[in-house]
């Protein structure tokens, strides 16, 4: 039998992830917290051998405002979104100078400082936190967008394997680009209706609330899969300790726990992901959760030969 697969992703991404709902003002302490906790991530997973995968939204590798201009697509093959707000492009006068004055928007610093860390995959988030399925992205806006993220991570001497694309939006036709490029994995999404990939505006009171009844109860199943193609699918979300949901997170780590035992037990995959602004509050809490799970899939390393592997591993012989 096939030993389990563990596969962590981070989808590392400022407040280039959330500008379209959120601000510095509104958000801007979970983005510095998420910056001060991926350190504390990166020791342990050091310590306990995780190899994790750092999906980075490319603008996020920048160092300055210069250098994230002179990495931009062309202004014709940007996406021009039915909805504005979308677009990043729609924020650029507000970027500070460097990573120093503007920690929000710039991670050059901690990009190296992950890519310096054993084990750890750095992956793409797309240049711009591309919306695939959003009105007015077209399919050449994608292909330069997905180009820009990869020349830029190529002047840092990194080769990109892996994407996971933002808020899961995809269909065949981003596949189809993302191979092209020279992609070997992609992170898709539980196969059911609950997770399917869909544009903003479907995602409806509905289908959150029953994912979020499955977080804490595993209702819809523990999501896990077979290694053996491109796609590397989520199992499920880490939701952050935090607020009046505080009281319930020990039933979701349950929930993951039993997931990736049954994934130890039956050989298959288990995909958990997350982004480093989810313990940007509550840090201490989030990071007792972490280390729950690590030392759960430990237990199972031991007992059943379960790997950590990143997504660009997926299937690999030990
Ligand atoms: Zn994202």
Redesign the pocket.
């Known amino acids: 039998m096939k030993e389990g697969e563990f596969v962590l992703s981070l989808?590392f991404?400022l407040l280039w992830?959330v500008r379209d709902h959120a601000t510095r003002d509104s958000y801007g302490k979970n983005i510095l917290g998420g910056r001060a906790a991926i350190p504390l991530m990166l020791e342990r997973f050091e310590r306990h051998g995780i190899e994790a995968t750092w999906a980075t939204v490319g603008a996020v590798f920048c160092g300055s405002r210069d250098e994230l201009f002179d990495a931009l697509p062309p202004e014709e093959l940007r996406p021009q979104y039915s909805n504005p707000a979308l677009s990043n492009y729609s924020y650029l006068d507000e970027i500070g100078p460097d990573e120093f004055q503007d920690p929000y928007y710039f991670g050059a610093s901690l990009v190296e400082t992950i890519a310096a860390c054993p084990g750890q995959e750095i992956a793409t988030?797309t240049m711009s936190?591309f919306y695939c399925l959003e009105a007015g992205a077209s399919i050449e806006s994608f292909a330069a967008d997905l180009d820009a993220a990869c020349e830029l991570a190529a002047t840092r001497g990194i080769t990109m394997r892996s994407i996971v694309f933002?808020?899961n939006q995809f269909a065949a036709s981003h596949l189809e680009v993302v191979r092209r490029k020279g992609f070997s994995r992609y992170r898709g999404t539980p196969d059911t209706w609950a997770y399917r990939p869909t544009p903003g505006r479907d995602q409806t009171l509905a289908r959150r609330l029953l994912r979020l009844v499955d977080a804490h109860t595993g209702l819809l199943g523990p999501h896990l899969y077979r290694p053996e193609s491109d796609n590397v699918p989520a199992s499920h979300f880490l939701r952050p300790c935090s607020g009046r949901m505080a009281v319930f997170h020990p039933r979701h780590l349950s929930v993951i726990e039993r997931a990736m035992t049954k994934a130890a037990q039956e050989g298959s995959g288990f995909h958990l992901w997350w982004h480093p602004h989810n313990f940007g509050h509550d840090t201490p809490a989030n990071l007792v959760g972490l280390d729950r799970i690590i030392a759960h899939f430990l237990r199972l390393r031991d007992e059943y030969g379960m790997v950590s592997r990143p997504m660009a591993k997926s299937g690999a012989k030990p």
Do not use: K, L, N
């Open positions: 989808d991404e992830g988030h936190h933002p808020r």
